[in-house]
Nanobody, 115 residues
Framework: QVQLVESGGALVQPGGSLTLSCVAS????????LSWYRQGPGQERVLVAG????????NYLKSVEGRFTISRSNGDRKVYLQMDNLHPEDTAVYYC????????WGQGTQVTVSS
């Protein structure tokens, strides 16, 4: 079955950096578009960035453009989210996701940006 496991969330000060990782199993990883979403306190879950099977990135959430970078390693079955210059409003649970017949989600990893 499809499984997604995120890691890398932490408490970080404003202006700091984090790299989130998601390891996937249960599907042909190098054929699928992968995404990172986030859900802040009291907010809806929103798409942060997606990456095609070939590594192209169509778009980022406007508020993270220029600060976040999504990437993937098909050989390792991992997708990453490099987050730089973090702002307090980036505080959220971050989820890795893939649509394989239906949408699957990881358990999420908490990112807290606070001084």
């Amino acid at each position: 079955q499809v499984q997604l496991v995120e890691s890398g969330g932490a408490l970080v000060q404003p202006g700091g950096s984090l790299t989130l990782s998601c390891v996937a199993s249960g599907f042909t990883f190098d054929r699928y578009y992968l995404s990172w979403y986030r859900q802040g306190p009291g907010q809806e879950r929103v798409l942060v960035a997606g990456i095609t099977a070939a590594g192209a990135v169509p778009n980022y959430l406007k508020s993270v453009e220029g600060r976040f970078t999504i990437s993937r390693s098909n050989g390792d079955r991992k997708v990453y989210l490099q987050m730089d210059n973090l702002h307090p409003e980036d505080t959220a649970v971050y989820y890795c996701s893939v649509d394989v017949s239906r949408r699957y989600w990881g358990q999420g990893t908490q990112v807290t940006v606070s001084s």
